[in-house]
């Protein structure tokens, strides 16, 4: 079946009990079992499994070219899980322009368990070469990243990864893209992660987060762990998701149109100093934007002159665009990275212009994003 199909009934059958045709939404924290150690179906208790998580974690591996996805309470979450996979005395290579919060927990918690974090420009895949040691058991890397809309090669950095001796894992966080755009295990990846809270969910109502894999050992070791750790999501947080999911393609071509045409505008724009967007001519990795990722997707970063006092007042002067974090959803949003998403970066490498501005592009009518960016900018 085509993605489009996929999104929609992937995971997903109609109730053999009643024919319902929406997956319900299973409150039930433990099941009946019919006899000792003879669970139905193989669900014991709702940490381990629940029968809504189920289908959207069968949906999500169907859409991530996958073989098995678990569902988390949240990006991180599933991140955090991810992570625990290592022992004390791993490196991790990690990009060097991740997501804040991703950062943190690198940075903040998982050296303090005597993990070892080094960050690299993973758009340079040489770099990545250079930055492996005999110690690394993960590379991590977000493309696009937040918030430079930076472009790694999956692909180049996968064969450097995989010829490593130690076969380190790649890990690639797709929330920016989404499956419809860019599907990293196709690409060489070992695990894709998400967000769900962003373009997944779609529609800023819920948070989560989960793991793709192909690899069947390194699946069972993740299961082991979402149970273990337990920082599962509920079951109205996995039907919201797969709501969701199912007009994801719709949704993801009318955020690159939306986009295109607001690049259009900025690009042009006196008061725009610098514009990051995938697939802009501007942009140093169009080419393997265009190569890996289906259109340029709905994330749009920009610097405005005249310096953080410049770009608050933009961000605090538009009436559509709502000043707030998060991204993904079919509003239209608008932040100052430095101040707000990033705050936990400043001081460190992964440092943001503070007169960055980044736009996550809703699904509105474009004429009236455009007006309401062209009267924001006005207060530049
Ligand atoms: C938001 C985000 C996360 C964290 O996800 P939560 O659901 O907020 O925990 C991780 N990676 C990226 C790229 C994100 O944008």
Redesign the pocket.
């Known amino acids: 079946m085509k993605f489009e199909t996929l999104a929609i009934h992937a995971g997903q059958e109609p109730d053999p009990n009643n024919g319902a045709v929406m997956t319900p939404v299973y409150l039930t924290s433990t099941y009946k079992q019919d006899g000792v150690g003879k669970p139905r179906q193989g669900y014991e208790y709702s940490r381990t499994l629940n029968p809504t998580r189920k289908a959207l974690q069968d949906c999500l591996a169907a859409l991530e070219s996958g073989s098995f996805g678990l569902a988390f309470a949240?990006?991180?979450?599933?991140?955090n899980t991810v992570l625990q996979l290592l022992n004390a005395g791993d490196h991790v290579l990690a990009g060097n322009d991740?997501?804040g919060?991703?950062f943190r927990l690198f940075d903040k918690i998982l050296r303090r368990f005597n993990l070892d974090f080094t960050f690299a420009d993973t758009t340079d895949p040489e770099s990545v070469a250079e930055a492996l040691t005999p110690s690394t058991r993960l590379v991590w890397l977000?493309t696009p990243t937040?918030p430079y809309l930076r472009i790694t090669n999956i692909q180049a950095v996968a064969e450097i990864v995989h010829a490593h001796p130690n076969k380190p894992l790649l890990a690639v966080?797709n929330?920016?893209a989404t499956p419809y755009l860019q599907r990293p295990l196709e690409l060489g990846a070992d695990i894709v992660?998400?967000?769900?809270?962003?373009y997944l969910g779609g529609h800023s109502d819920v948070?989560?987060?989960a793991a793709i894999v192909k690899d069947k050992e390194l699946a069972d070791r993740l299961y082991f762990l979402q149970n273990a750790v337990g920082a599962v999501p509920g079951p109205m947080d996995c039907f919201l998701v797969l709501r969701g999911i199912k007009t994801l393609p719709l949704r993801m071509e009318r955020h690159y149109e939306n986009a295109t045409a607001i690049v259009e505008f900025l690009a042009s724009h006196p008061k725009v100093e610098k514009i990051f967007y995938p697939y802009h001519t501007s942009h140093p990795q169009q080419k393997t934007a265009k190569h890996q990722m289906r259109n340029g997707g709905g994330m749009i970063s920009f610097i405005v002159k005249g310096g953080r006092d410049a770009a608050v007042r933009v961000v605090e002067a538009t009436k559509i665009f709502a000043l707030a974090e998060?991204?993904?959803g079919v509003e239209s949003l608008i932040e100052v990275p430095a101040a707000m998403t990033h705050l936990s970066v400043v001081g460190s490498p992964l440092e943001v212009d503070p007169a960055l501005i980044r736009l996550s592009v809703g699904i509105e009518n474009k004429d009236d994003l455009i007006e309401d960016m062209q009267q924001a900018l006005e207060k530049a």
């Open positions: 949240s990006g991180l979450a599933a991140t991740v997501y919060g991703a977000e937040n966080d929330t920016f992660v998400h967000s769900m809270t962003k948070v989560g987060g998060s991204l993904g």
